[in-house]
T-cell receptor
């Protein structure tokens, strides 16, 4: 089945760019997602990308997809202390039932320091 | 409703007891998912409903876990004979199952089994 892996921790200085990386194993995944989770809160969708795209930009967020290497990254420009959270990558392998089931990585904890 | 609502937000129970966790999805969302998130881990898929039927229950860990969605809206996750290893945050999500299948998550129910 699908397996999603992420590095566990990233520390950046306020104002710098953050890059969070993710790899997945199932090349049939049609959509790939980034979710954010703040302490004690639920998962908040940040952005997603369709598998036929290489890049998607949304304000400070840039998603890059390398489908050949099954590698996804999330870049946050001008990182702020409010960006401190856990970021989850999720993939959606196409299943026989015709629906998409999100498979999550373990999450990358982003710490932003002054 | 405006978002996915889960109750209770916190539940403490003793080993061996029965527990019910409730999820009220976004109005009109036909797809409903239950995930479990253990400390330091990403969400792990449990079960998916399309309408009233469980289309995929492959993530339920054993037969102590059961979920229903009798009228295609509210869902209840039921755990019998709880064990300490069941302690986790149980997340519910719903989606319209259209296009990118964006899942909207509730804040979760934190279950602690003593």
């Amino acid at each position: 089945g699908e397996d999603v892996e992420q590095s566990l921790f990233l520390s950046v200085r306020e104002g710098d760019s953050s890059v969070i990386n993710c790899t997945y194993t199932d090349s049939s995944s049609t959509y790939l997602y980034w979710y954010k989770q703040e302490p004690g809160a639920g998962l908040q969708l940040l952005t997603y990308i369709f598998s036929n795209m290489d890049m998607k930009q949304d304000q400070r967020l840039t998603v890059l997809l390398n489908k050949k290497d099954k590698h996804l990254s999330l870049r946050i420009a001008d990182t702020q202390t409010g960006d401190s959270a856990i970021y989850f990558c999720a993939a959606t392998p196409v299943l026989s039932g015709g629906y998409n089931k999100l498979i999550f990585g373990a999450g990358t904890r982003l710490a932003v320091h002054p | 409703g405006a978002g996915v609502s889960q109750t209770p937000s916190n539940k403490v129970t003793e080993k061996g007891k029965y527990v019910e966790l409730r999820c009220d999805p976004i109005s009109g969302h036909t797809a409903l998912y239950w995930y479990r998130q253990s400390l330091g881990q990403g969400p792990e898929f449990l079960i998916y409903f399309q309408g009233t039927g469980a289309a995929d229950d492959s993530g339920l860990p054993n037969d102590r876990f059961f979920a229903v969605r009798p009228e295609g809206s509210v869902s209840t996750l039921k755990i019998q004979r709880t064990e300490r290893g069941d302690s986790a945050v149980y997340l519910c999500a719903s989606s319209s199952s259209v296009g990118a299948n964006v899942l909207t998550f509730g804040a979760g129910s934190r279950l602690t089994v003593l």
